[in-house]
């Protein structure tokens, strides 16, 4: 993954973090102890579950060092954690482990949530929300524009299949070592503002590592190439504004057991 840029991430914050909440609003804990916020970016989300359950012990972990400095810098008294989350482990179970848009940077999801799930204290929660707009406009004329210029030798092997699944998969994968498992999708209608919105939005995720890929002046000319795509797909309406529908899937799985106070 290459360098992420905080600032472009953050210029839809208030979007991005709504799905957040709603996921931390469906958590069923009183009062854990243990909280660890994997692929917390930012911090702005870690600073919600710090919000919420305030006594509690709470890490969070990211891969981006970047990422890590905007956090700490906001939030010096949450512990913050630089580790790859595909080799991350706790030091000891977790009560809750809180995932928001992270996990689908991830392979191998037979094997992930599984093994995060047996990372938890009994009676604790594993919760996770990832992106499932693969097949949206904003997604699929990633690949159009990778294929439709010069640069396509150099970006092509950066596309990968769909990184999140069907919510039936997911079933099948934790059914088998939770004891409760709730999985629903929501598709947020986001109106946005700006000339290209929507081109802004995916420049701070899904684009990057493409752009990041290029040096100059094909990196512009890439980025021009989306940028018309997306701005047919998703035009200006009357009033300025852009609609920007996004599916997101929300997992909450518990484990068996007894949490001791």
Not at 31 to 38: C, H, N, S
Not at 233 to 249: E, H, I, M, N
Request: glycine share 6%; proline share 8%.
């Amino acid at each position: 993954m290459s360098k992420w840029d905080p600032t472009q991430y953050l210029a839809f914050g208030n979007e991005r973090l709504q799905p957040a909440l709603d996921l931390l609003a469906r958590i069923p804990l009183e009062a854990p102890q243990t909280i660890v916020d994997l692929g917390c970016g930012a911090g702005n989300v870690t600073r919600a579950l710090k919000s919420r359950w305030p006594q509690a012990k709470i890490t969070g972990i990211d891969g981006s060092p970047e990422m890590l400095e905007r956090a700490r810098a906001e939030a010096p008294d949450i512990h913050w954690v630089e580790a790859d989350l595909n080799k991350w482990r706790p030091d000891a179970p977790c009560e809750l482990i809180y995932s928001n848009a992270a996990l689908h940077w991830l392979d191998d999801h037979e094997r992930l949530f599984p093994h995060l799930t047996a990372q938890l204290a009994p009676g604790g929660y594993l919760a996770v929300q990832m992106p499932r707009n693969w097949f949206a406009p904003s997604h699929t004329n990633i690949t159009e524009a990778v294929q439709s210029g010069a640069w396509r030798e150099i970006l092509e092997p950066l596309l990968r299949p769909a990184p999140s699944h069907a919510p039936e998969i997911y079933y099948e994968i934790l059914s088998p070592v939770a004891q409760s498992l709730a999985i629903w999708e929501t598709e947020y209608c986001q109106i946005l503002d700006g000339e290209n919105p929507v081109a802004e939005f995916v420049k701070g995720t899904q684009l990057k590592r493409f752009l990041d890929a290029l040096d100059e002046p094909q990196r512009s000319s890439f980025e021009a190439a989306y940028r018309e795509r997306i701005l047919t797909a998703y035009p200006k309406r009357g009033d300025g504004k852009t609609l920007f529908a996004f599916r997101r899937l929300f997992i909450l799985a518990g484990k068996s057991g007894t949490r001791h106070a």
